[in-house]
């Protein structure tokens, strides 16, 4: 039987990210409006144990924003690590090719599910707010699983389901306007850690504490557009969403809460 909903999702999916765009216009909201001023990308850049000569493997990269902020750093000239980069889109893969051109690191196109690596490749692997797009987790985390060394460690970030995504929803329930919630959700902070203890012997979580304090709301519209789990949103209601979230305001602020952190995975 032909899954509708799976078919539906990765047009959608395929649609968002089949260039930067997207991803930009979100990533400007969360720089601008962010309470945190570390920024979720450099925290998590702050966590992974680099090593010389080490093997590193992120997937779903996008833009590959986290390395070209850190490419400078002296850790990574000195490591002289191999690092590769992946995506599934073929967008993305052309994207990261030519902003990575002069750069000491390799692109590849990968689908988690069928990683074209031996066992035991990694001892670094990566997944940054990606997990939760892909429909067959078990399989991808056993994927990850096989090609990361017996002592190699799996970093991977997500959203919980207390944050941004939940207050829209409630919003748009209360204003009566339909849009397509993504029910299967398939990896948050809240069920992270019982979905990685099925492949992985140590896992542990760390959350990043932060919110959106915004002033602009167009500027959250535009965010709320570009969601891929809201393609289809009627952009006829625009009006009614500004109106209502201006009435939100606070001390002439927006206050939308966030709820991101990631789990360290390991085999032993």
């Keep these: 039987m032909i899954d509708i909903n799976n078919m539906f999702s990765k047009v959608v999916m395929k649609e968002q990210y089949k260039n930067a765009d997207n991803l930009k216009l979100r990533k400007s909201l969360h720089e ?5 001023k570390v920024g979720f990308q450099k925290w998590m850049f702050d966590q992974y144990p680099f090593g010389p000569k080490m093997k590193v493997l992120e997937l779903g990269s996008g833009r590959g924003e986290l390395w070209n902020y850190y490419f400078e750093d002296k850790v990574l000239q000195d490591y002289e690590m191999d690092i590769i980069l992946s995506d599934f889109s073929d967008g993305m893969i052309a994207y990261l090719r030519e902003s990575l051109l002069r750069r000491k690191v390799s692109v590849r196109k990968i689908d988690i599910l069928d990683i074209p690596f031996d066992n035991d490749t990694f ?13 067959d987790i078990d399989l991808a985390l056993s994927e990850v699983k096989r090609v990361l060394k017996k002592d190699g460690l799996f970093y991977c970030s997500t ?4 944050g941004m995504t939940q207050y829209l929803y409630h919003a748009l ?3 009566g306007i ?3 919630h993504e029910s299967n959700i398939s990896f948050t902070l809240q069920n992270g850690m019982q979905l990685l203890k099925k492949q992985f012997g140590n896992v542990e979580r760390y959350d990043y504490e932060d919110a959106l304090k915004i002033d602009n709301v167009e500027d959250y519209l ?3 557009y570009s969601m891929a789990s809201l393609q289809g949103l009627d952009r006829n209601k625009y009006d009614i969403l500004r109106d209502y979230f201006q009435s939100k305001k606070v001390d002439g602020y927006l206050h939308v809460p966030k709820e991101y952190g ?7």
Excluded: P, R, W
């Design 173 to 175: 329930d209360e204003l």
């Design 262 to 268: 990631m789990f360290v995975a390991g085999k032993e």
């Design 178 to 180: 339909s849009y397509n």
């Design 32 to 36: 601008k409006y962010s309470v945190n």
């Design 159 to 162: 959203f919980g389901m207390n």
């Design 123 to 135: 001892d670094l692997i990566i997944a940054n707010s990606m997990l939760y797009h892909v429909k």
């Design 222 to 224: 535009e965010y709320i």
